[in-house]
């Protein structure tokens, strides 16, 4: 049914209270550790604050409908969620596959970890999933790849996976659910971080995991009560309320992104541009088949490190900082962090400045 909304209107519909006379229109927190019983009721919804709240349970709603999924589990951080997902379904002597080109404290957690508990890691590059996939019992993809940007044909790759008997979870965080919906394209569960985009603000950490499978649910919630990996009642309600414009924000972050990929695949002090929306972008096909929009992130190449730093120095608007999906425009020099990418390379996350100030202020800045 909301198949057929945009994706503001599916943000605002997310988020949505029943109308009931006398009753706030917008979400409110319920920050409780322990709930009143009742002498009848030996299992409530709610008891204690570890195990369940109404707060989570109607972000959880808004996360399972953008995702497209039967349910939603929120966590405290984008690790938290990915950490119990992999807890459940990597079992020792089984095989992993993560991308190497992708987000590195997962891969970090897999070989430190998980390796350490039994589990065979396999890193492969985004672009050779589905040949690593033929060796795995977990294949844990992210489409576009943080930082490069590399994209993964994911309908594909499930279908491989799928034959095999293997299982799918795709990190949605740097496409979002408004971007594409890895759930509808055959992958078993999604993991993603609510700390960048979704929440856009820059101010809180959450994660979360959407999927179909009620057994595979159920042994998550299970994982996140007993590890205690859970969400404060305050972030989940920041969250929620910040999902009503998620829409609005991530459609103007997503032009921001595509008049900045062509301003900077123009310009001469640019050594390489990568961006899922630029026609001449190795990923372009496969995103157009899979991608409803192509994101805010740009991958750059700059000479060096200097430049990078002489970039977010001469703007007015670029503030140098990590993570991403945040209302500000950010530059993330990647080598900082151990990326294996060149002292040049930079992310750029765009905010919702006005694009023709964005713009301006950035060509003035490259010089
Ligand atoms: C940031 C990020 C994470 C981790 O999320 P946190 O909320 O920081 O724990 C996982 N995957 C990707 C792709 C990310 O960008």
Redesign the pocket.
Known sequence: MDGQYGDSTRSVKAIASEAVPGQPVGPSPVPAAAFHLSSQQDDPLDAYGRSSNPTWRQLESALAQLEGAASALAFG????A?SSVLRVLAKPDSTLVVPAD??Y??RRYASEYLAAHGVTVIPAATRDMGAASAEADVVLA?SPA?PGLDVVDLHQLAMQCRRRGAILVV?N??ATPLGQQPLSLGADVVV?????ALSGHSDL???YVASSHAELITAVARERLLSGAILGAFEAWLLLRSLGTAGLRFERQCHNAAALAVTLNAHPAVRAVRYPGLPDDPSHRIACAQMKRFGGLIAVELADADAVHALVERSGLLIAST??GGIHTSVDRRARWGDEVSDGFARISLGIEDTDDLIADIEQALG
């Open positions: 951080s984008g690790m938290a990915i992708g987000y404290q997962v992210e943080n990190d965080t740097t993603a971080s609510a700390t960048k950490l959450a994660g993570s991403f």
